[in-house]
T-cell receptor, first 113, second 115 residues
Framework: KAGVTQTPRYLIKTRGQQVTLSCSPI?????VSWYQQTPGQGLQFLFE???????NKGNFPGRFSGRQFSNSRSEMNVSTLELGDSALYLC????????????FGQGTRLTVV | AQSVTQPDIHITVSEGASLELRCNYS??????LFWYVQSPGQGLQLLLK??????LVQGIKGFEAEFKRSQSSFNLRKPSVHWSDAAEYFC?????????????FGAGTRLFVKA
C-alpha cells in the first residue's frame, strides 16, 4: 500500500507570492490533516479535512486555506507569503480522523525569501 | 487551555542504557495519546498510541508508554537504547474540539545516543 505522498518536496517562493501544496493520502483514508513545523513554534495543527469538509482548524490566519477533493487528495494554499511562513509542512492521513492512527508524509519544505 | 509539555529539550543516553522521555498534558478529560518519532528531514512515524484500557501500551521498535491519569502523564520508555534510536520524539494528544478533533504536539525531545 503506498504511503502518504506530498508534492513538491522543496519549494522556494518570494514574499507576497502564493503557494499550493499537495497531499495524496493512503488509499481508502478519508481524513487529511495539515501541520506546520518550524524550529521556533514546533509542530502546529493547521486543519483537518474529512470527506471534503473541513472539520477543524488551528489558530492560523486566513491566508492559510485548504480543500479536499472527492478522491481525498488535499491541497493547502498560503497566500501573500511572509518570511515567517518558511517551514516544513506535513500532511497526515487516517481512516476515520485524528483520533485514529495517522500516517505522515515526508513533508514539503517551503522557503520564503 | 489545552497543552502538551515535554520538559526535556535534549536527552543524551549511552547505547544500551534505558530511556524515559517525559510527557505531561493539560486537558479536562482523557485525550487520545500518541508518541511519534521523526528522523532528520523525514515525516513523523507513529511509535504507539493510547485510547483506553490497559494503561501500559507497547509500540514498535521496543518502545512502551504508560498512561497515568493522576499525573496527566504519558511517558515513553525503552529498556535498552540503540544508536538508531537517535531522533526527535514528539508526544501528541488529540482532543475532541466542538465536533471535530485537533492535535496538539509537545515541543519535542531530541535524543542523542553515545557509543
Amino acid at each position: 500500500k503506498a504511503g502518504v505522498t506530498q508534492t513538491p518536496r522543496y519549494l522556494i517562493k518570494t514574499r507576497g507570492q502564493q503557494v499550493t501544496l499537495s497531499c495524496s493520502p493512503i488509499s481508502g483514508h478519508r481524513s487529511v490533516s495539515w501541520y506546520q513545523q518550524t524550529p521556533g513554534q514546533g509542530l502546529q495543527f493547521l486543519f483537518e479535512y474529512f470527506s471534503e469538509t473541513q472539520r477543524n482548524k488551528g489558530n492560523f490566519p486566513g491566508r492559510f486555506s485548504g480543500r479536499q477533493f472527492s478522491n481525498s487528495r488535499s491541497e493547502m494554499n498560503v497566500s501573500t507569503l511572509e518570511l515567517g511562513d518558511s517551514a516544513l509542512y506535513l500532511c497526515a492521513s487516517s481512516s476515520q480522523g485524528l483520533h485514529t492512527e495517522a500516517f505522515f508524509g515526508q513533508g514539503t519544505r517551503l522557503t520564503v525569501v | 487551555a489545552q497543552s502538551v509539555t515535554q520538559p526535556d529539550i535534549h536527552i543524551t543516553v549511552s547505547e544500551g542504557a534505558s530511556l524515559e522521555l517525559r510527557c505531561n498534558y493539560s486537558y479536562g478529560a482523557t485525550p487520545y495519546l500518541f508518541w511519534y518519532v521523526q528522523s532528520p528531514g523525514q515525516g513523523l512515524q507513529l511509535l504507539l498510541k493510547y485510547f483506553s484500557g490497559d494503561t501500559l501500551v507497547q509500540g514498535i521498535k521496543g518502545f512502551e508508554a504508560e498512561f497515568k491519569r493522576s499525573q496527566s502523564s504519558f511517558n515513553l520508555r525503552k529498556p535498552s537504547v540503540h544508536w538508531s534510536d537517535a531522533a526527535e520524539y514528539f508526544c501528541a494528544v488529540v482532543i475532541d474540539n466542538t465536533g471535530g478533533f485537533k492535535t496538539i504536539f509537545g515541543a519535542g525531545t531530541r535524543l542523542f545516543v553515545k557509543a
